[in-house]
């Protein structure tokens, strides 16, 4: 699936979703965007949060913004002005969203043209929506191939999901046009496992049964994903932690891999490290 | 004391209370948001073809979508007030595969 071959079917568009704010979509996205890097496909990522820009701080390019998506979409400037290539990473380009308050200026059809330009040039576009189910977040998931539901172990975050799926299931192009389906991904971020394990938290297979859509992987709660969000390196860049790993697992399942789940067992700490603090 | 809260404070099983409301809210969610968008055109188109029997107002005819078990029940509820004694037949309260026996519209 990499769209190498003339015959290839065209990119993947994969949105990023939740319904709840501050579960994690943009460091999903920035984290899946890396991976997807990391293992050769050429890739774009879109924040299609206009009005509050933040994809540009976690990818680390802030300054280096000077186009914008709603620049390309009026015509103001064109698509290889406003993408950003990553400097760690040669397939990755990031495309930053407008700060304009106007929320309206994103327009199906200019999206559409976009996505349509984008295509001919990379294997996976991966769209950054914004929370809510208004314009902004249906406009970032009408076009999508896939999807992938972000959801924390809590429940506003899975009742909003649940919402956000109903959606993809009847508003996306492919609804409205009677084609397969969204593909449909969950993503567990901000497990706890300690607090599973005491019954403090919702688990896995909790949150599979009510949602009852294929499990893409587990994050667990990290610090690395602050330190990552500190210094503007998507967390999927920093192989050692354990929120970079489960990215990566996450991104190699994506790609058809059978990879057994890691952290979702709470970690047995040795004295030492409560002492010392936690690595 | 502190074992004790530990083994029996009321939090100790929080997320088995949250599963619980969860499937609650969801069950009720999705059966009122999957079906309704036709709801509003066929209770209109309703009242036009009663209204043709009998005088009826907007308010006297409503429609819902609901589950009973495994089954989606629709349900259509039409009162009548001063239905005129024409050929009229009352229209039966729940049209569904599961319901026992339907109930005749309740008279004015």
């Given at each position: 699936m990499t769209g190498e071959g003339e015959d290839e079917p065209l990119a993947k568009v994969v949105c990023i979703t939740?319904?709840?704010?501050?579960?994690?979509k943009t460091t999903t996205a920035a984290a899946f965007a890396a991976g997807l890097a990391l293992r050769g496909h050429k890739t774009v990522v879109i924040d299609f949060d206009v009005g509050l820009r933040n994809l540009d701080l976690i990818m680390g390019?802030?300054?280096?913004?000077?186009?914008?998506f709603i620049n390309v979409i009026n015509g103001d400037a064109n698509l290889n002005q406003a993408l950003i290539k990553d400097k760690r990473n040669d397939n990755l380009f990031i495309f930053p969203t407008s700060q304009?308050?106007?929320?309206?200026?994103?327009?199906r059809q200019g999206v559409e043209r976009v996505l349509e330009e984008l295509k001919q040039q990379f294997d996976y576009i991966i769209c950054d929506s914004p929370a809510g189910i208004e314009h902004g977040a249906v406009t970032a998931l009408y076009f999508a191939d896939a999807a992938i539901i972000v959801t924390n172990p809590e429940v506003s975050s899975v009742r909003d999901s649940d919402r956000i799926i109903g959606i993809l299931a009847s508003r996306s192009r492919r609804a409205e046009r009677n084609e397969p389906p969204v593909e449909l991904n969950l993503l567990l971020t901000r497990y706890d496992p300690g607090r599973v394990s005491r019954g403090e938290m919702l688990t896995v297979e909790d949150v599979q049964e009510i949602l009852s859509v294929p499990l893409l992987g587990v994050i667990p709660e990290s610090e690395s994903v602050l330190r990552a969000s500190n210094t503007g390196?998507?967390?999927?860049?920093?192989?050692?932690?354990p929120a970079g790993r489960a990215y990566l697992d996450a991104v190699a399942r994506f790609l058809g891999e059978q990879r057994e789940m890691r952290f979702v067992k709470p970690e047995r700490r040795s004295l030492l490290r409560v002492l010392f603090g936690r690595a | 004391m502190g074992i004790f809260n530990f083994l029996?404070?009321?939090?100790?099983?929080s997320a088995a209370v949250a599963k619980e409301r969860l499937k609650i809210v969801l069950a009720h969610e999705r059966a009122s948001n999957s079906?309704?968008?036709?709801l509003p055109k066929l209770q209109k188109e309703l009242i036009d073809v009663v209204a043709r029997y009998v005088s009826i107002s907007d308010q006297m005819i409503r429609v819902n979508v609901g589950k009973s078990g495994e089954t989606s029940v629709l349900e259509i509820n039409i009162e009548l007030e001063d239905?005129?004694?024409?050929?009229f037949i009352p229209p039966r309260r729940a049209i569904g595969t599961k319901r026992p026996a339907a109930q005749p519209a309740k008279p004015g």
């Open positions: 939740s319904g709840k704010g501050g579960v994690g390019c802030e300054r280096r913004v000077v186009f914008d304009t308050r106007d929320k309206d200026a994103l327009k390196t998507p967390v999927a860049f920093d192989n050692e932690s | 029996f404070s009321p939090n100790r099983n079906a309704p968008d036709f239905a005129k004694p024409a050929t």
